[in-house]
C-alpha cells in the first residue's frame, strides 16, 4: 500500500496525541477510579501544570528504541536482537529511562540484565526465561506506537516489528498488546472508524489468547451499553482487574481500559483520554497509547490546541544516555519516525519534506501545522506565538510572534532553550541529564520577517545566543526593513561556556509614544558549522535535582560515581564507569583532556560515542597506552607500552578524521589507526574509567575539523 498523502502530518498528530496522554496521565498513575473520582471529581484536562513536563518511560522507549531500525545492518531484515541492542546503547545502567524495580520485579530491569549477562532476544523477555507473570506486564504496549507510526496502512508490516520488539522485554500477552497497539496506530492512517480499527488490529493476535478475550468482552459490553463508560469500567473492574492477574502492573486489566476509552470516546479524541485517565490504574501508559491511536485517527484537527498541545509547547525531555538527544522537540521525533516510514515502504518522500528529513530535521522549521518547535519567549510585554500558514521562508509555514504594547526602546526575546537545568522542571521524573544543543564555534542561522507597526514607527531583529554559566548575551548585527531578512551569528570559538539560548531579539523605536503590537515572523532556525569549546571544570557545577539525582552539567552518565572536587572531575567505578557530553552527530574533530589517574589502572577518553555500546576509548590501561573499540563490547585495536605515573597529569588528544584515529600524550603522538571494520563516524565525547579505576579530569577541549 502506499504511503498516504498526509502522512508526515498525521504522524505529527500520532507523537503529539501520545505525549498529551503521558502528561495527562501521569500525575495520576497507579491512583484507582475512585480516588481520582474523589480528588477532581470529573477530569476534563490535565490535572497538573508543570513548567516543564520532565522525561517519562512512556516516551523514552518509543523514542529510542526505534532506533534499532537505523542502527541495525539492514532495517528490511530486523530481528529482536537489534532492538535489544538498542535498550543496551540507549539506557543508561540502572538509572533514569524506565522503572528499575529490581530483577523479578520490573520487566524491563530482569530483560535489561539478562541482556547484559549474554542472554539474547528473544528469550530475554520470554516466558520461559522470566516466567508469565514478569513476561506478561504492561511494557510490551507502551512502548510500541512507533512501530505502527513507521508502517502507515501496513498492519502487516506493523506486527511483524511489534512481535520483534515487544518479545526482548516481554512474553505471551506482554508481546500480544505490543502488536495489537502497533496495528491500531498503523490501521488508523487508513480507516475512518475505531471500531473497525480494533476489529482488524485483532486479526493480528491470537482469537483464544487473554488478551483478544479482555478486548472482545469490552467490545460486548459496549454493544449492549453504548452510553455509560462507568458501566463498562465497572464490568471490567469485577471481571479483569489487578486482583485477577499478578504482577506490579498486567497488561490485561490496563489493555481492557484502553478498548474502552477508544470505544466509548466515539471517534474524540478529547473524550478518549479523558474517559481512559478516568478510569486509573496505569494511566500515562494507558493514555499515551490512546492517545497515539486516536492522534493519528483525527488528525491535529482533531486536538483542541488550546487545551492539550499548549502546555506542551512541542518540547520533550528524555533520559537516555546520549545527552543532545534528551533535549527535543516533537516535529524532531515525528519527523524521525517519518522518514523511516518512507524508507521501510521504499518511497520517497514528497518533495517539501525530503530537505527537511535528510538535511535539517532538527532544525525549526515550523511545517507541521500547530507546530512551535518549543520556541520560547520572555519580555516585559504580554506576547502570543503561533504557527501560521501566512507567510514562510521556506515550505508553507512559520512561527508568528505578536508582542502587545510592545514600547520603544524595550527589548523582547524569542529562543529555542538548548540546554535545561533542574530550575527549569518541577520534578525529577526519570532522571532526565541534557548536554547542549549548540557550542561556541557554531553558527545560528534563522529568518526573520518584521511588519512595521504603522507611520514612524521602525521594528529591529537582532540574533542573539545566551551563556549557561556567566549568564552573557552575545548579539550579532541588527537589522530592520522590509522582506525576509536571512540571520546568522557565529558564538566566538574557544568559550569555557555552555550556550544555553539562541533566538531573536525585537524592539522598535518611535517617533513620539506607540502602543501599537509588533509582529514578526520567525523561519527556519538551526546551527551548523564546527564546535571549538573548552570545559573547564573549575568552572562547572553539579546539577542538583534532589539529594538521590544529581549529575555533572552537561553530562550524561552511563554508570559509575561522578562530582566535582578542588577543579577536577572525579570519576570512579567499582567495574566500570562513563559519562558523556556533545552532540551525537558531530563528525571529524579532535578530543583533548587533561587526565590524572588516582587509582587503579584504567582511564580513558572516548571519541565518536553513540551510546553505551559504541564509542572508542583512548587512555591507560595496564602499563599501556590503548586505543579500544567499543561495538557492543570493548576489544583493543592498538596498544603501546607507557609509564605511568599515578598522580601525575596527562594531556591525552584523540583526533578523529573519518576512519583515522590518532592518539597524542603531552603532544607527542603515540598511536595511529585506520579502522576499516565497522568503522564508527560520528559521536559525542566522554570519560571512562574500568576494573575500579578513579580517575580526575581537569579540562577538555573539543575542536571540529573543516
Not at 30 to 51: C, H, N, Q, R, T
Not at 165 to 176: D, E, F, K, R
Not at 307 to 312: D, G, R
Not at 653 to 660: R, S, W
Request: hydrophobic share 35%.
Amino acid at each position: 500500500m502506499k504511503i498516504p498523502q498526509d502522512y508526515p502530518a498525521r504522524v505529527y498528530a500520532g507523537w503529539l496525541g501520545k505525549i498529551i496522554g503521558i502528561r495527562l496521565g501521569a500525575p495520576i498513575e497507579g491512583w484507582s477510579y475512585e480516588m481520582i473520582k474523589k480528588a477532581f471529581g470529573e477530569l476534563d484536562g490535565y490535572p497538573v501544570s508543570y513548567k516543564n513536563f520532565a522525561a517519562d518511560d512512556d516516551s523514552n522507549g518509543p523514542l529510542f528504541f526505534i532506533r534499532a531500525l537505523e542502527d541495525c545492518e539492514d532495517m528490511k531484515k530486523l530481528e529482536a536482537q537489534d532492538v535489544a541492542n538498542a535498550l543496551r546503547n540507549y539506557a543508561p545502567f540502572e538509572h533514569g529511562f524506565f522503572w528499575w524495580g529490581g530483577y523479578g520485579v520490573s520487566t524491563e530491569h530482569t530483560a535489561y540484565l539478562n541482556l547484559r549477562n549474554g542472554i539474547p532476544a528473544p528469550r530475554s523477555g520470554s516466558i520461559e526465561q522470566n516466567g508469565s507473570t514478569m513476561a506478561e506486564q504492561i511494557g510490551g504496549q507502551i512502548f510500541i506506537d512507533p512501530w505502527g507510526l513507521v508502517a502507515p496502512g501496513n498492519p502487516e508490516l506493523a506486527a511483524e516489528l511489534a512481535e520483534k520488539a515487544a518479545s526482548v522485554t516481554h512474553g505471551g500477552n506482554g508481546v500480544y498488546g505490543g502488536v495489537f497497539i502497533a496495528c491500531c496506530v498503523s490501521l488508523a492512517f487508513v480507516e475512518k472508524d475505531v471500531r473497525t480499527v480494533m476489529e482488524k488490529a485483532l486479526k493480528y493476535i491470537p482469537a483464544d489468547c487473554e488478551y483478544t478475550r479482555v478486548v472482545r468482552a469490552v467490545m460486548d459490553f459496549y454493544d449492549g451499553n453504548p452510553d455509560d463508560w462507568r458501566a463498562c469500567f465497572e464490568f471490567l473492574h469485577d471481571n479483569f482487574g489487578y486482583d485477577k492477574y499478578p504482577g506490579n502492573c498486567h497488561i490485561i486489566p490496563n489493555a481492557g481500559v484502553i478498548a474502552l476509552a477508544l470505544l466509548y470516546g466515539k471517534g474524540s479524541y478529547s473524550d478518549t483520554i479523558n474517559i481512559c485517565n478516568m478510569c486509573g490504574w496505569d494511566t500515562d501508559c494507558n493514555v499515551g497509547n490512546a492517545g497515539c491511536i486516536m492522534g493519528v485517527l483525527t488528525g491535529i484537527e482533531g486536538i483542541d490546541y488550546e487545551k492539550y498541545a499548549a502546555p506542551i509547547n512541542d518540547f520533550l525531555a528524555s533520559s537516555s544516555v546520549v545527552g543532545s538527544l534528551n533535549i527535543t522537540d516533537l516535529p524532531f521525533g515525528a519527523s524521525y519516525f517519518a522518514r523511516l516510514g518512507y524508507k521501510l515502504a521504499g518511497e520517497e518522500p514528497p518533495r517539501e519534506w525530503r530537505e527537511i528529513f535528510e538535511g535539517r530535521i532538527d532544525s525549526c522549521h515550523f511545517e507541521y501545522p500547530t507546530s512551535t518547535h518549543a520556541i520560547r519567549g520572555r519580555s516585559p510585554s504580554r506576547f502570543h506565538i503561533r504557527n501560521t500558514d501566512e507567510k514562510a521562508h521556506s515550505g508553507s509555514r512559520s512561527l508568528k510572534i505578536t508582542v502587545f504594547n510592545g514600547r520603544p526602546g524595550a527589548e523582547h526575546f524569542f529562543y529555542k532553550q538548548t540546554y535545561y537545568t533542574p530550575k527549569d522542571f518541577d520534578d525529577s521524573r526519570y532522571d532526565p541529564f541534557f548536554s547542549p544543543l549548540c557550542y561556541p564555534g557554531q553558527t545560528v542561522h534563522m529568518s526573520v520577517l518584521l511588519e512595521e507597526p504603522g507611520e514612524g514607527v521602525e521594528v529591529f531583529a537582532q540574533p542573539y545566543v545566551k551563556l549557561g554559566i556567566s549568564g552573557e548575551i552575545l548579539r550579532g548585527e541588527k537589522v530592520s526593513g522590509a522582506g525576509w531578512k536571512e540571520l546568522s551569528f557565529t558564538v566566538p570559538a574557544g568559550l569555557s561556556d555552555r550556550v544555553d539560548e539562541t533566538g531573536v531579539i525585537l524592539s522598535c523605536t518611535a517617533k513620539g509614544f506607540s502602543m501599537e503590537p509588533l509582529t514578526a515572523y520567525l523561519d527556519d532556525l538551526y546551527y551548523d558549522g564546527e564546535p571549538d569549546y573548552r570545559i573547564d571544570f573549575d568552572r562547572e557545577t553539579m546539577a542538583v535535582w534532589h539529594n538521590l539525582h544529581q549529575d555533572v552539567h552537561q553530562f550524561a552518565r552511563l554508570k559509575g560515581h561522578a562530582f566535582l572536587e578542588d577543579g577536577y572531575l572525579s570519576l570512579s567505578c567499582s567495574d566500570f564507569g562513563e559519562m558523556y557530553t556533545g552532540r551525537h552527530d558531530w563528525t571529524d574533530y579532535s578530543f583533548d583532556g587533561t587526565l590524572k589517574p588516582v587509582t587503579g589502572e584504567d582511564s580513558f577518553i572516548n571519541v565518536r560515542v553513540q551510546g553505551a555500546m559504541r564509542s572508542y576509548a583512548a587512555g591507560f590501561s595496564g602499563g599501556k597506552l590503548v586505543l579500544d573499540k567499543n561495538y557492543y563490547g570493548y576489544k583493543t585495536l592498538c596498544a603501546k607500552d607507557f609509564d605511568l605515573e599515578p598522580g601525575k597529569e596527562y594531556r591525552v588528544e584523540v583526533t578523529v578524521c573519518g576512519d583515522n584515529i590518532q592518539v597524542a600524550v603531552d603532544g607527542q603522538v603515540l598511536i595511529e589507526h585506520r579502522d576499516t571494520e565497522s568503522p564508527l563516524l560520528t559521536g559525542s565525547v566522554g570519560v571512562s574509567v574500568r576494573g575500579g579505576s578513579r580517575c580526575l579530569y581537569k579540562s577538555f577541549a573539543i575542536r571540529g575539523i573543516t
